[in-house]
């Protein structure tokens, strides 16, 4: 009978979120990032999530290892041309997004490659700077015990980790969590990374409001019942609706 592999324990820990705290979805999206960064997906195993910060604990089958570090030193030289590298950089998008950084180990204490995140500071970025605007997004997360709460905002696949005082976090959490999706006003702070893409690093929230759900149908029948509409008078709105969007010609 063959003996089995030996395996080496590695650690990627991330700083944004704790095991409770971190939503499922998007752990699910770190470790598809993480499997394809380490590569030999076959031979890497998840282990378990440890207390603290979010520790993503794997083990990897000993002949998988050379391969694994061959590609975090492809990284470390930054060698753009790398598949590695393209993960690297993904991975860091992600922790961008959720305002914290993360490093790999192998063990609980050899560190291997660390993922600034939040901290990098790319030649090719432009910005940062703070302008005024709306998010919309569906509140997710509120707590902290400092006057200013973070809010963590739920936005299709993404999420935005925000912040607003207290008494307004009080009034989201109360009214909102998980059920409202919210137009936010504040203001957010913004830069252009690498690939040309905005990225909002930080949005403070001052104000906001609830969303009404309205179907199209809703939309349609509320349109209708304006005084002196020409809507009111249509035969076919739905085809109206369809000419303005893509043109009266698009059908024929």
């Known amino acids: 009978m063959a003996k089995r592999s030996k395996l080496a324990e ?21 470790l598809a990032a993480l499997a394809e960064f380490l590569g030999e997906e076959s031979m890497v195993h998840f282990v378990a ?20 570090e061959a590609r975090i030193t492809l990284v470390k030289r930054g060698d753009e041309s790398s598949d590695a590298m393209k993960t690297f950089r993904h991975l ?9 950084a993360a490093c790999l180990f192998r063990g609980k204490k050899g560190k291997l490659l660390p993922f600034p995140g939040i901290n ?27 006057l200013t709460v973070p809010i963590t905002i739920e936005q299709e696949e993404r999420v935005f980790v925000c912040l607003a ?12 969590l998980f059920t409202s999706t919210l137009r936010m006003f504040g203001r957010g702070r913004w830069y252009r990374d690498y690939k040309g893409s905005w990225i909002l690093e930080k949005f403070i929230i001052k104000d906001f409001i609830a969303l009404k759900r309205t179907s199209l149908s809703q939309v349609v029948e509320a349109l209708r019942a304006v005084e002196a509409s020409e809507w009111s008078t249509s035969d076919n709105p739905w085809k109206e609706l369809h000419d303005i969007r893509h043109g009266s010609n698009s059908g024929e």
């Not at 700083?15 to 770190?30: C, E, S, V």
């Open 49 to 68: 999530l440890e207390k603290g910060s979010t520790s993503v604990v794997q083990k990897i089958q000993k002949e998988a290892i050379p391969k694994v």
């Open 92 to 100: 860091n998008h992600l922790l961008r997004e959720d305002n914290g």
């Open 120 to 146: 990098a500071v790319s030649p090719t970025d432009y910005g940062a700077f703070w302008q005024d605007g709306t998010l919309d997004g569906v509140p997710i997360r509120v707590g902290g015990k400092r």
């Open 10 to 30: 590695f650690r990627f820990k991330i700083d944004a979120y704790t095991p409770d705290t971190i939503p499922m979805a998007r752990l699910a999206k770190y």
């Open 165 to 176: 005082k207290r008494a307004l976090a009080k009034r989201i959490a109360a009214e909102h």
